[in-house]
């Protein structure tokens, strides 16, 4: 996922400082024109992707494509078994009704506090990913190639930042059970807002700069975390819930995104790290069940949870449930 959204940190570096500078230089020094034809750039790049990936891969590596197979073979040993149809025409992957799976992620409180956390963090990074050029050039006079490359530091930070969040969650669960989980996810979203509004009263380049490394670290963990949380909170329904969680952070990058464009930089800042710290005492109300919150229970089969972390394997009797209930 992190290096995923490192695609955030490669745009603003190759479309701001490098293409961009080009593409005025063909039209003749032209800046509006220039900014928007290179945004033709990453259109056709993205459509290129779409069709080598409708025709080359398939629904889950170890498929039928030769170039999957080849890949699969040399750098993963614990992947899927095959296409998703042909998993459930074998019996290795059940049938679960998507409607119904759905209906119980949706259902289930956990789900929508992890959507507020998740625009609070990854809608928090899309919104940088708009907004950190713009704000470095305004407050601080930059240039565009130069507050490009700046802001670029901030997605660049997924190379490891969304990994350490996820491995963090690991190590704390390995330690506390769930508890584990949900304070050291608390902790991250605490010091991203915290950082936040540092940020927005940094007046200097250098110090901002500073700041936004760290704010960016905390930003990304903290997405790690949410999905170390995720899996944990209905098995069955995973796949919904992850939607839902995962839609929480476009739908903060277009609560954000609008008070950028309403309000001057520090007061969007101060209102976006206060929603941030708030979203972290939400952390308080998540209660999985078998699981410990974070105040209170406590996990059930706690030492078999500890000698591995690993995904939980799908509630059989938990399945069946969720498609008897939507039969019925």
Known sequence: GGWGNLGGGVTQLVMGSL????????????????????SV????????????????????????????????????????????????????????????????GALNFNTWILFVQYACCFGVELTMNNAA??????????????????????????????GLGGFSSDFFNARMGMRGRILIHTIFLACEGA?????????????????????????????GTSYGIVPYIDPPSTGSI???????????AVGFGMGFRQLDYKDAFYVM??????????????????SSALLWGQDDNLEDKNEGLAVPEPDEDAKKEVNEEYAA
């Open 133 to 162: 050029a713009l704000y470095f050039k305004d407050e601080f006079g930059q240039s565009t190639e130069s507050a490009a490359a700046i802001a670029s530091i901030f997605g660049w930070m997924n190379l490891f930042a969304r």
């Open 273 to 290: 790290g206060c929603t941030i710290l708030g979203s972290s005492i939400l952390s308080i109300f998540v209660n999985i069940k078998g």
């Open 41 to 104: 750039v990453p259109a056709v790049v993205t459509f290129a992707t779409a069709i080598a990936v409708y025709f080359i891969s398939d629904d889950a590596p170890k498929g039928n494509s030769f170039a999957t197979a080849v890949t699969v073979y040399f750098i993963s040993d614990d992947a899927p078994k095959g296409n998703y149809s042909e998993m459930k025409k074998n019996g290795t992957m059940p049938e679960v009704s998507a409607a119904a799976s759905f209906r119980s």
């Open 242 to 252: 992850a939607g839902i969680v995962g839609a929480g952070g476009n739908t903060g």
């Open 19 to 38: 293409l961009f500078p080009l593409f005025k230089v063909f039209f003749d020094q032209d800046a509006e024109m220039a900014w928007r034809t290179v």
């Open 195 to 223: 950082l936040v509004l540092i940020f927005a009263n940094t007046d200097t380049l250098a110090g901002a700069i500073v700041v936004m490394v760290f704010f960016s670290l905390f930003v990304q963990a903290a997405e």
